[in-house]
């Protein structure tokens, strides 16, 4: 009898689980940023959470979780259930914490299941308007003469803010002082404030800025000239050779059913076509990757060989978080 019984609760169990995954969504999602509200992070999650909502036929709220560069935020979702109401929206940090924090408290490739990834944004290099350098080729000299009596912001370590920074005072071989924010978002109020001289950071938070004067642009990470900055030089013309793209993925905690999974990924894909998602992306100097792209595999390849890239990188480097 027993057989037959506990036969028929994996039965049960099975349906249920199917059950539960047809229905899905039957309540709000909630996608972890895990930086503050405001930045690049945050800029792009709002845009796909609203065309997903608009998919799915629930809200997806979007939750700021900032702090530790990241690590904070996704440590959060590692740990949330696996029902697929708890997401989380990262960048390259996820793929520069397991080295950058020896005693991370979770394993970005056994934590989580990956839905697809989502864009791949250029960074700038900017500073306070009245920042004395005017080219990349006088930034460089001058930080190489007044290294620590600059400070540069960043958004923690593991962030790409706090990458980029690392990369370039690499390149000039001279550190500057660094100014840890919980997110670029911060960071670029003072910046334009007058409070902090340098960022590093994602067009999708600096165009506007750059555009209407708030701040002073040397050059722009990507291989060739932005349609939307096209007076920006890249940083390889300005004698840099700094090349970086904030690639974005969306995950969810391991264990999340296959067929739930798969809804997020068609609504995930559907939602890099919304025109509200492409014309703002556009406008921010980046777009959305293709349906090939956002999904499980794509992000699993991307986050598998970023991590082994930059472990070498950040291990030449010898900047560690802890
Ligand atoms: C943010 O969203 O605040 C940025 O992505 C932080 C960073 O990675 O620099």
């Given amino acids: 009898m027993k057989s037959i019984f506990a036969a028929g609760m994996l039965v049960t169990m099975a349906l249920s689980g199917t059950a539960l995954a047809q229905d899905y969504p039957t309540k709000p999602i909630t996608v972890v940023v895990p930086f503050s509200a405001g930045g690049p992070t945050d800029t792009v999650a709002r845009l796909v959470a609203e065309a997903m909502s608009q998919d799915l036929g629930q809200q997806v709220v979007v939750q700021n979780v900032g702090g530790a560069g990241g690590t904070l935020g996704a440590g959060q979702v590692a740990t949330a259930p696996n029902d697929g109401y708890t997401l989380l929206l990262h960048h390259i940090g996820m793929s520069t914490a397991p080295t950058l924090y020896r005693s991370l408290p979770y394993d ?4 989580f299941s990956t839905i697809g990834l989502i864009t791949s944004v250029p960074m ?4 306070r308007k009245d920042f004395e350098p005017n080219t990349m080729a006088e930034l460089l000299d001058y930080v190489k003469a007044n290294g620590e009596n ?4 960043h958004a923690g370590i593991g962030s790409a803010s706090q990458l980029c920074g690392m990369l370039f005072m690499e ?31 994602q ?7 750059i555009l209407a004067g708030e701040v002073k642009a040397y050059g722009v990470t990507s291989s060739t000239r932005l349609p939307t900055l096209p007076e920006l030089p890249t940083t390889r013309e300005g004698g840099l050779s700094l090349e970086i793209g904030v690639w974005h993925g ?24 919304n025109e509200s998602v492409t014309t703002r992306f556009a406008e921010l100097g980046t777009y959305p ?34």
């Fill in 289 to 322: 990757v293709t349906a090939a792209e956002a999904t499980p595999e794509a992000l699993t390849q991307t986050l598998t060989s970023q991590i082994e890239l930059w472990r070498a990188v950040i291990e030449a480097a010898g900047v560690y978080a802890d």
């Fill in 171 to 201: 390149a000039v071989d001279t550190p500057m002082t660094t100014v840890p924010y919980q997110g670029s978002g911060p960071a670029m109020t003072d910046i334009i404030g007058g409070q902090v001289d340098l960022i590093c950071d």
């Fill in 108 to 111: 970005p490739l056994t934590d």
């Fill in 250 to 273: 969306l995950y969810a905690p391991a264990g999340t059913d296959p067929a739930i999974i798969a809804r997020l990924e068609a609504s995930l894909q559907k939602a890099l076509t």
């Fill in 150 to 153: 600059i400070t540069y912001a």
């Fill in 124 to 127: 700038t290099l900017v500073a």
């Fill in 203 to 209: 067009t999708t938070n600096t165009t506007s800025q």
